[in-house]
């Protein structure tokens, strides 16, 4: 199991007065089972979306590259969460949906991923390892010292040491635990300093993130609450805008805006955010000091159709698309209404249309097409939709909704061994090993041995006994 490192940059100031909470009361082995709970997959909802990964994968690129981390495939992650919040995992980058929501501007959004592109240049994370198990070990000895003396003023009769052993039990927590948050606050004043570099040596402003301490700072103003500095894992808000303050403004990028192409991106994006999370009443309130914002009208359409007013959605989305009628996203709503409606042939269309308009050949969108063409059951389209999804899968290998289409056109199909192994990798990705095992062998018996479809059901069924696929 992986373990992940939360690095709480950005959090809402629930979520960091919660985090201060929880800190002050926890031992340090506490602190390391909390962090093996985080890593259980289901504990991080994640989202999935071709628009929105694209766009912050493009905010994120020119970031990894001057950090001397292009070839590493670090990879974005959108997770499902209202809170302002980011966090890496080995060669990860993991975002909230409430982070990209809040954010303005895409510079803020930016500032975000050069902060955890730090975390990620720096090994912080490995290194956090370390400390962890330093402090534990710290604690541990300590409180072996502490029994020692209390044993040995017992059996002396001399109170006074048995006291002063509890006491260094007692104590031996809370400075192993000072220590580790103090190495914490450091790693975040390393990667903010560092986010200041990629933002310089990619032309770009570090606005974004002074405008995000900002909002903290005020939050947390707002609450009435004292924090001891010396126990939360990351500086005050207040400290991190005096220690990057000179620096941002002494870049001649400073004042630089977002591209207007970028910033409409942007705002398509959060208006998105704002229908799928919240419905047409966060859209207004995300939009209400431009209500005709091309964002607002977008998710507008989008709430439009989640409230089951199908035409009146279609209309919405037409009218977008007639304004960017090479916009891919626009087409793959539209495809979407048109399924709901039932209306197959014409829903296919609209998603093949919006596979050869994206630029990137999204396994999202390639998955919707196929798809599709599957439910409509006709034999020419299912030959169709199993090379699509196909093809999808060979982009996202580790998609379970993949694997579950592919297993449903196979069975229309009447090929039930590859159906049977496409629903093995459906329940291998899914976390359920046993039921992928009981597939695999099942597809196996029909499969032709030593052929790749036959080492793929083998590779299913030795990964159950321990060993990886």
């Given amino acids: 199991m992986i373990v992940l490192q939360k690095t709480v940059l950005f959090g809402s100031i629930a979520s960091f007065m919660r985090g201060a909470v929880a800190v002050v009361t926890a031992s340090v082995v506490g602190i390391i089972q909390t962090g093996n709970a ?133 104590g031996a927590p809370e400075a192993a635990m000072r220590n580790l948050l103090n190495y914490q606050r450091t790693e975040e004043v390393a990667a903010d300093r560092s986010a200041i570099t990629y933002l310089a040596n990619t032309g770009q402003s570090a606005k974004g993130m002074l405008t995000t301490f900002e909002r903290f700072s005020n939050a947390l103003s707002l609450t009435g609450t004292r924090v001891d500095p010396y126990r939360i894992s990351h500086p005050m808000p207040r400290e991190r805008i005096a220690n990057l303050e000179t620096l941002a403004r002494g870049s001649p990028n400073f004042d630089k805006k977002d591209s207007p192409a970028l910033q409409q991106r942007h705002d398509l994006m959060r208006g998105k955010i704002a229908a799928y999370t919240a419905g047409g009443a966060r859209v207004l309130q995300t939009f209400r000091k431009d209500p005709t914002n091309i964002g607002a009208r977008y998710g507008d359409a989008i709430a439009t159709f989640l409230n089951g007013s199908t035409e009146s959605a279609l209309s919405k989305i037409n009218a977008l698309i007639k304004q960017q009628p090479k916009n891919p996203y626009f ?67 580790e998609s379970p909704t993949g694997y579950a289409y592919l297993a449903q056109a196979y069975g229309q199909l009447g090929d039930a061994a590859r159906s049977d192994l496409a629903s093995a990798e459906e329940k291998y990705y899914s976390g359920k090993i046993q039921d992928a095992q009981i597939f695999a062998i099942r597809a196996q018996r029909a499969l032709q041995k030593g052929s790749p479809e036959w080492i793929q059901a083998q590779d299913i069924i030795n990964a159950k006994r321990g060993k990886s696929k």
Avoid: C, W
Wanted: aromatic share 4%; glycine share 10%; net charge positive.
């Fill in 38 to 170: 985080f890593a259980q997959s289901s504990s991080v909802p994640i989202v999935r979306d071709a628009e929105i990964e694209a766009l912050v994968t493009d905010y994120a690129a020119p970031i990894i590259k001057t950090a001397g981390l292009g070839k590493q495939s670090i990879k974005i992650v959108l997770v499902n969460s209202p809170s302002f919040n980011a966090f890496v995992d080995g060669r990860r980058i993991f975002i909230n949906t409430g982070a990209l929501l809040e954010a303005e501007t895409p510079n803020e959004i930016i500032g975000v991923l050069a902060h955890e592109t730090g975390h990620l240049a720096g090994g912080h994370q490995f290194k956090l390892r370390e400390q962890l198990a330093a402090a534990k070990t710290m604690a541990v000895v300590a409180g072996l010292l502490g029994i020692g003396a209390a044993i040995a003023g017992a059996a002396s009769k001399q109170s006074g040491l048995a006291q002063a052993g509890g006491g260094i039990a007692m």
């Fill in 331 to 397: 087409e793959e709503i539209r495809g979407e209404i048109l399924l709901k409606q039932s209306k197959l042939d014409q829903a296919a269309k609209a998603f093949q249309r919006a596979s050869d308009l994206d630029p990137r050949k999204s396994s999202l969108i390639r998955m919707n097409y196929g798809r599709t063409l599957m439910l409509t059951g006709k034999p020419d389209n299912l030959k169709i939709a199993v090379s699509e999804l196909k093809a999808s899968i060979g982009r996202d290998r």
